[in-house]
T-cell receptor, first 108, second 112 residues
């Protein structure tokens, strides 16, 4: 499994963009880069995933470095509901390995 | 569209008791998964079913059994519960390897 490094915590102001970084220097060529978030007392929620190209959906954008050794999850306008732990997970097979993630705090 | 539904939401067991956690998805997904999350920790895979009729062990399968009853349902059984199995259990599903996962809201299990 690829080892990931994410900041333990980040803070953002409401309505501002947030860039959540992730380093995954040992990622394999077949690993998708998944992002999930988890609110307190809830199950993980899918945010976005991609392989090589940048990806956009209604929740977020995923920017993947050309060498795939890092990626950035972009929340375009943070809201209070976006406060959660965000997990970056490179994965190819049938197992997601959850690390510590980044705790995002959003200030009103 | 309910997504992934887990029952029960809460359960307290005595050591040695057995129980089955139920999971059902209504998205016609091929693959289903059982994870556990201990306090302050990340999720760990217990068992998974890549497609109807198949099951495989994950990272922490000891003390558990699973049944893929049909395409919709995937159950997790604890035959003889132990305090070490106190955890929150999450079921998940997805269409296939190239897709993201949809998680249920969890079953909080306490074994005393």
């Amino acid at each position: 499994d690829a080892k990931t490094t994410q900041p333990n915590s980040m803070e953002s102001n409401e309505e501002e963009p947030v860039h959540l970084p992730c380093n995954h220097s040992t990622i394999s060529g077949t690993d998708y880069i998944h992002w999930y978030r988890q609110l307190p007392s809830q199950g993980p929620e899918y945010v976005i995933h991609g392989l090589t190209s940048n990806v956009n959906n209604r929740m977020a954008s995923l920017a993947i470095a050309e060498d795939r050794k890092s990626s950035t999850l972009i929340l375009h306008r943070a809201t209070l509901r976006d406060a959660a732990v965000y997990y970056c997970i490179p994965a190819a097979g049938n197992m997601l390995t959850f690390g510590g993630g980044t705790r995002l705090m959003v200030k009103p | 569209n309910a997504g992934v539904t887990q029952t029960p939401k809460f359960q307290v067991l005595k050591t040695g008791q057995s129980m089955t956690l139920q999971c059902a998805q209504d998205m016609n997904h091929n693959s289903m998964y059982w994870y556990r999350q201990d306090p302050g920790m990340g999720l760990r895979l217990i068992y998974y079913s890549a497609s109807e009729g198949t099951t495989d062990k994950g990272e922490v399968p000891n003390g558990y059994n699973v049944s893929r009853l049909n395409k919709r349902e995937f159950s997790l059984r604890l035959e003889s519960a132990a305090p070490s199995q106190t955890s929150v259990y999450f079921c998940a599903s997805r269409q296939g390897l190239d897709y993201g996962y949809t998680f249920g809201s969890g079953t909080r299990l306490t074994v005393v």
